[in-house]
């Protein structure tokens, strides 16, 4: 129980991709770009001593990026997934007890010996530097969300070079809870913040030396945890299976906008079987289908509207067919006339393990035949290709395709794109 | 081939294509515990992989262009793996990072510590890194695949 809790986060992870294999943009600002090369979700730490915001479009910033020649890409997700393969994998070298939590991040379990976390961290981050080339940061503390905090401040300051701080059993936890604003800790939203902040409740210190009854009753017990855990008492478990996937979502924005009916159809059934596929390979089978369709969120014409539905069931099911007919009837209930869509996505929610699904009291057998028909499709177009079998009414991507025009090599995942040197 | 029959009541049986030398083989087997047959085939296959690359969350393929190391075998296009895991010492093949250009040469570290990049090639000067350069050791070239 009296483990240590380190969280790992791969500096910059995207542009430290690029950078691995493009030595020609090491020092310069890098932005990466969200699919279809829409606004900025990755910025190095040059990008960001320029001036350029997450979320920013590059229409608007395209000025900026000259001026300081920074570097452009697309998001290249191959190359991306399979560093973070890489870094993930060579963790478990270190401790068999690694949660994987997003792409660039993971929290290790580690048994705190005396004077060896700080030196485990440091041949950690010394090896996961020369075996990937990806730089990383480790905070390390007695819960997940102080490990959070002491991850953030790691990458701070006088602390960057070394990229390691231990808050495990130290004194420097209470000066640095001090000055952590409550919006900056993990697991408090916008809502709770205001609400602390409407009760002086201004630091992560002050929300940890609070009473526990009264946070409770403020942010209900997902609240309460996070303040627990400010006081070192772990509430949030060490999840190591991540498999356990609540939702899928597919959704992508448009190379260009989109008005009429039949596109956006073809569009969200695209999703759909894309978003299937990926259910049925991990076993799965959902509940409810979400549609969102949405205008240019920069540009609306015109006038923004954004709506989704959800369409749920009381027999989850793992048929393209039936969750196409879910699908349909939810995006009808969503589409307006005269709108330019930029943008829209399915969720598959609801998930469940197929194993664990309750017979049909109707029809069950035709859902026995469906599934054995998706499970037919799915395998032959893992062999042969995406989209060699779908459904009649599922094209395959189209004008709606991703614009991808400043992706780098797929350097470590295609065999014709793999870096040159002289 | 040998010949070889066996007596059954009196009756000579020819005995087709039967190799004695496995039985003993089979024997032992039967008596560690009834894997399968198979198994032997199976630890026998050649996997390339498994030869070639001994750390592969640290080993990235990089292709060779030009003919700067012709003479230690790497052709133009040749396909390099490139081992990061592994230290290197002097005389090592290595992808190296002057500055923005990643390089594959010769590595060579002198007696006082002056470092050298070596092409393997006449016609191509060695280039000395001085102190003020930026430089790095990318990786390790542990095996080149030339195509013929």
């Known amino acids: ?19 691995v294999f493009n030595a020609s943009v090491k020092e310069k600002p890098i932005v990466v770009l969200s699919n279809n090369d829409g606004c900025v979700i990755a910025r190095s730490e040059e990008a960001k001593a320029i001036g350029v915001t997450m979320g920013s479009p590059l229409f608007k910033i395209l000025d900026l990026l000259e001026t300081h020649e920074a570097e452009i890409f697309s998001s290249n997700y191959a190359l991306y997934g399979d560093m973070s393969w890489r870094v993930m994998n060579l963790l478990q070298n270190f401790t068999p007890e690694v949660e994987i939590y997003s792409i660039d991040e993971a929290f290790l379990n580690l048994e705190p010996r005396k004077n060896s976390l700080d030196n485990l961290a440091h041949s950690i981050r010394e090896k996961m530097y020369k075996w990937t080339g990806i730089p990383v940061s480790i905070g390390i503390a007695e819960t997940k969300v102080l490990a959070k905090i002491a991850n953030k401040r790691a990458k701070k300051d006088e602390l960057r070079e070394k990229g390691i701080l231990n808050l495990y059993r130290s004194d420097k936890t209470e000066p640095i809870l001090k000055e952590t604003l409550v919006e900056d800790i993990w697991g408090i939203g916008y809502r709770s913040t205001l609400k602390l902040k409407a009760n002086n409740i201004l630091t992560a210190w002050q929300l940890r030396e609070t009473d526990n009854r009264f946070i409770r009753r403020l942010l209900t017990v997902v609240g309460a ?198 | 081939m040998q010949e070889i029959k066996s007596f059954v009541n009196g009756r000579v049986f020819p005995v087709p294509e039967f190799e004695p030398l496995l039985i ?104 000395i890194i001085s102190e003020d350069m930026d430089f790095e050791i990318w990786g390790k070239v542990v095996c080149s695949i030339n195509r013929h």
């Open chain 1, 1 to 19: 129980m009296n483990n240590a809790i380190a969280l790992l986060d791969c500096n910059n992870f995207y542009a430290s991709c690029e950078r």
């Open chain 1, 225 to 422: 945890r996070v303040a627990l855990e400010l006081r070192g008492i772990k509430c949030l478990p060490f999840e190591q299976v991540t498999t356990k996937k609540h939702s899928i979502t597919c959704s992508r924005s448009f190379g260009q906008t989109i008005t009429n009916y039949e596109s956006i159809k073809e569009a969200v059934l695209y999703f759909l079987t894309r978003a299937g596929e990926k259910m049925r390979k991990h076993n799965l089978a959902a509940n409810a289908v979400t549609v969102f369709i949405s205008t240019d969120r920069f540009r609306p014409v015109p006038e923004p509207y954004t709506n989704s539905a959800t369409y749920s069931s009381t027999y989850p099911t793992d048929s393209n067919q039936e969750l196409q007919e879910w699908t349909l009837q939810t995006l009808e209930r969503i589409y307006k006339k005269g709108f330019e869509y930029r943008k829209a996505g399915i969720i598959l929610s609801g998930l469940v393990l197929k194993e664990k699904l309750t017979k049909r009291m109707f029809d069950d057998e035709h859902f026995q035949q469906q599934h054995q028909l998706m499970k037919a499709i799915d395998e032959i177009n893992q062999k042969f290709g995406k989209d060699t079998v779908r459904f009649g009414c599922v094209k395959t991507e189209g004008s709606w395709k991703m614009k991808q025009t400043r992706k780098s090599q797929s350097y470590t995942t295609n065999w014709n794109e793999i870096l040159v040197v002289n």
């Open chain 2, 24 to 127: 003993p083989l089979v024997l032992s087997r039967v008596s560690a515990g009834f894997p399968s047959p198979a198994d032997d085939y199976i630890e026998t296959a050649i996997d390339l992989n498994k030869e070639l690359i001994r750390h592969p969350f640290a080993t990235f393929f990089v292709r060779a262009s030009g003919d700067s190391m012709i003479d230690v075998g790497i052709k133009p296009n040749a396909t390099l793996i490139v081992d990061r895991a592994i230290e290197t010492k002097s005389g090592d093949i290595v992808i190296a990072r002057i500055g923005d250009d990643l390089c594959v040469k010769e590595l060579f570290i002198d007696d006082e510590g002056k470092v050298l990049l070596i092409p393997k090639n006449a016609n191509y000067k060695p280039i």
